[in-house]
């Protein structure tokens, strides 16, 4: 008896071994810092800025609701909330660094330090930090028990549902080295089911938790609120028709025009235009005089 699992009458293609093995550099662009182990490859201590906040991020998705959040609470005057931007290089494998491993073991950005308490604090985790700033500052969280518990439901959904944008349609449709016709429909199909379930939502709701901004929407707007504005992955907003989901469309736009969410986005931004691009921020004034185009 064959101890391969049942192919399920797939195409004659690749065959499932006993046990798998490591190939390493098997193609992909991301396939020079995938690795199936953790920890870190090499000592390397991270810098430490003079604010309180030190975040350690790139400008993806998952770092961007990190810097609006941030910013957001700047701009209602929690001075507490300063913070040294670093820029973390996945690419070149700065998250396996030993400083950065030491504030996240799982290797991924965005990670931050609170050096305002007795000891300092590591946080990592995107949901979790944005959860650590509302409780910390007492901010974009709503206090009505009904909007509070929604906002978290809707951030618990982006963290559990992220993955399948990101990793799965996203990696099969812009990334991997070939283009599987079932990988790439598997995961298109539940990306739009995804869109459908916010566009339902937002139809009867301003923000995710109701009338209130919240961490909840800072948490789902760079992901979703990025592909209806077709800026993710290429041309996937026009892959996945997403103009046709009219009120995500109206919610992702509002979100956009926060001052806040504009620079927000551009910190640790490495793509894109010159003009938005703040490699690293430690003042506000870098806004102004650090962008890529003024360096």
């Known amino acids: ?51 309180p906040l030190q975040l350690y991020s790139l400008g993806t998705p998952n770092g961007v609701k990190v810097t609006i959040m941030l910013e957001e609470l700047l701009a209602l005057g929690h001075h507490g909330a300063e913070y040294d931007a670093w820029l973390i290089k996945i690419l070149d494998g700065d998250q396996f660094g030993s400083g950065f491993v030491g504030i996240n073991p799982n290797s991924k950005i965005p990670a931050m330090v609170d050096h305002s308490t007795a000891e300092p604090t590591r946080v990592f985790e995107s949901g979790s930090i944005l959860l650590y700033l509302a409780k ?39 990334y991997a080295p070939v283009h599987i016709q079932y990988a790439v429909d598997r995961f298109t199909m539940e990306v739009k089911r995804q869109l459908d379930v916010l566009d339902q939502h937002l139809a009867n709701n301003r923000f995710l938790a109701g009338d209130e901004y919240s961490i909840a929407d800072m948490a789902v707007w760079p992901w979703y609120g990025t592909l209806v504005r077709n800026e993710a992955y290429g041309n996937a907003g026009k892959f996945l028709e997403a103009d046709s989901y009219t009120h995500l469309k109206r919610w992702s736009s509002e979100i956009f025009a926060r001052p806040a969410v504009q620079r927000g986005r551009m910190v640790n931004r490495t793509t894109g235009e010159p003009s938005e691009q703040l490699h690293e921020r430690h003042a506000a004034s870098d806004f102004e005089t650090s962008t890529q185009d003024k360096i």
Not at 18 to 31: D, P
């Open 1 to 51: 008896m064959s101890n391969h699992a049942p192919s399920n009458n797939f195409p004659a293609g690749y065959q499932l071994p006993e046990i798998w093995t490591w190939e390493q550099g098997n193609g992909g662009t991301f396939s020079s810092i995938n690795r199936p182990t953790a920890g870190s490859t090499h000592e390397k201590a991270l810098p430490v800025g003079k604010h």
């Open 136 to 174: 910390k500052f007492d901010a974009f969280l709503p206090k009505d028990h009904t909007s509070n518990t929604e906002a978290l439901n809707w951030l618990f959904w982006q963290v559990g549902a992220a993955p399948f944008l990101g990793g799965g349609f996203g990696h099969f449709y812009a």
